[in-house]
């Protein structure tokens, strides 16, 4: 019991002691804990000031944001105006450079020489179709002076001219142009003091070579060289094989389409028939000797190129 009344004591006294002033009933003792545990309330400019500076901040990274899409939408552009000019194949214009002396021709024209052999390099093809006039101012051939039982039967000439025209179709590969024809043709043969009207059907196969040379924008012109055999249909013994040269130009009507005249100038090898009429048969011993068939050809042919 008194052990008791003993703890009772001891915990009411320490208790007592340490006891936070501030529950006291000392009116000095609550002022003072009421000064020390309330906290300071700011002032007036200084939350004014705080504001201000908020919204300083909230200003500056709009400004900064509308800098950066601004920034974006310009580099959009430029990159769309790019695709433009590729798209519509436009060179972008280099930086003007200063003024300098002006070049001599000499300097200027190799630069051109080289870029018009640029745009010549590649195999260009095309084909056509067109007609032409030819014609042969010589043919046949002579037949020498013979005696038969001493007579004498002075020397003589068979010619054999014609004019004709005709369709042609043509191949084209830059350099070389292949073409098939029909050749409509006939005339009169001469034998002494009498003459005889005959004609022909023939078919011609030609290979021409050529070299292109661009006289303006529009317009190239080009030596040609080639064979032309002419196969008469009629019969096989007036075929004969010629060999032609002479000029041509293409006039570009478009970018797809083009004229081409050309004129030729050909020499014919003697047909079967002339190298029969020169046997010893008929020249009664004697070797006659064959004409030279010669002539021109004109053509006009509307191309397309492929």
Request: charged fraction near 25%.
């Amino acid at each position: 019991m008194n052990l008791k009344i003993f703890l009772l004591g001891f915990i009411a006294f320490t208790g007592a002691t340490w006891a936070d002033p501030c529950d006291t009933e000392t009116e000095e003792l609550r002022e003072n804990c009421s000064e020390d545990t309330e906290p300071a309330m700011p002032d007036a400019d200084e939350i004014q000031s705080t504001e201000e500076q908020r919204a300083a901040n909230r200003h500056m990274e709009i400004q900064q944001i509308e800098s950066l899409e601004k920034d974006e939408e310009l580099k959009k552009t430029e990159i769309k105006q790019q695709e433009d000019i590729q798209k519509a194949g436009i060179v972008t214009a280099k930086p003007v450079e200063p003024e300098s002396a002006p070049k001599s021709k000499s300097e200027t024209e190799p630069k051109e020489q080289a870029c018009t052999s640029q745009q010549k390099t590649g195999t260009k093809m095309s084909i056509g179709i067109g007609g032409f006039f030819s014609n042969d101012f010589g043919g046949g051939f002579k037949i020498p002076e013979i005696n038969i039982n001493k007579i004498k039967i002075p020397s003589s000439k068979v010619k054999t001219p014609w004019v004709g025209g005709g369709i042609k179709g043509f191949f084209d590969i830059t350099y070389v142009e292949i073409g098939v024809g029909l050749t409509f043709g006939g005339g009169t043969m001469e034998m002494a003091a009498v003459e005889v009207d005959w004609s022909f059907v023939a078919l011609n196969l030609s290979i021409l070579g050529k070299y292109p040379i661009e006289f303006t924008d529009n317009i190239s012109l080009f030596p040609a060289i080639g064979t032309d055999y002419q196969m008469v249909l009629d019969t096989g013994d007036y075929s004969a094989l010629w060999f032609k040269f002479g000029t041509g130009m293409d006039i570009a009507v478009s970018d797809a389409m083009f004229i081409r005249p050309m004129l030729l100038y050909g020499i014919r090898l003697s047909n079967k028939w002339e190298n029969d009429a020169m046997g010893p048969v008929v020249t009664g011993g004697e070797e006659g000797s064959t004409l030279l068939g010669h002539g021109f050809t004109f053509s006009v042919s509307i191309g397309f190129k492929l």
